[in-house]
């Protein structure tokens, strides 16, 4: 579904990332594991096409990302959740969770969101909520939300039970076990595996910009 090759990403003059490898078959939950720092989500926002790529592919199928536009991605069946939610204020949750739908004009998106609903039903609870009025960890289940919207395909999850309470933790790792359950192809990116290390078919340790096992 994903295979990274060679990829290499600076920011400004400084190399963060270096000849990174990684492969994500379809239908399997793989995570992307290590501490704050180690080239994590540069990884990730370099696939989705937020940071420039210095050399390297991304082959998804038979195209590789790399050279497709960054808005195109989603079009894709792409979804990204990033580590720091990034909701809009002025718009309820459930309109958060349609920015992709108007951005990708989607098609039968409503049976998509009634799918989210039933596997989140929490997100359903508070659909008509601002997104200011949510807590950290409700905000994080939106942005969840959100990713699913559109990774029909493909998922790429940044820390997402990073600064949360344990419960929203824990309640994110059971959502995510359905989402094996329903054969969803996922990448997450985690300090630690602890909530997750049952859900992963494959782990990467990533340490200073390389992957040192996976």
């Known amino acids: 579904m994903l295979e990274v090759s060679n990829l290499d990403v600076n920011i400004g003059p400084t190399p963060i990332l270096r000849n990174l490898a990684l492969t994500v078959p379809a239908g399997t939950m793989c995570g992307l594991i290590g501490r704050n720092g180690a080239g994590k989500t540069t990884f ?18 038979h195209q590789d990302l790399l050279k497709i536009q960054p808005h ?63 807590s950290g960890g409700q905000q994080k289940f939106v942005a969840f939300a959100r990713a699913l919207m559109v990774g029909t395909k493909l998922l790429l999850l940044d820390e997402p039970s990073e600064g949360i309470a344990p419960v929203f933790a824990q309640r994110m790792s059971e959502i995510m076990a359905k989402l094996k ?15 997750i290390v049952s859900l992963l078919d494959r782990t990467f340790v990533i340490e200073r910009g390389s992957i040192i096992s996976g």
């Not at 039968?108 to 909520?129: C, G, H, K, T």
């Not at 969803?184 to 990116?189: D, G, N, P, R, W």
Request: zero cysteines.
């Open 44 to 61: 990730l926002r370099a696939i989705m096409g937020a940071l420039k790529v210095e050399a390297g592919t991304a082959m998804f199928g």
């Open 72 to 134: 195109k991605r989603a079009h894709m069946g792409i979804g990204f959740m990033p580590e720091d939610r990034r909701l809009v204020p002025a718009l309820t949750s459930e309109e958060n969770i349609l920015l992709p739908v108007w951005a990708t004009d989607m098609e039968d998106w409503q049976d998509r969101l009634s799918w989210i609903y039933e596997i989140m039903p929490e997100v359903a609870d508070f659909r008509n909520r601002g997104a200011v009025e949510l």
């Open 181 to 195: 359950d329903e054969g969803e192809s996922v990448l997450v990116a985690e300090s630690n595996d602890k909530h």
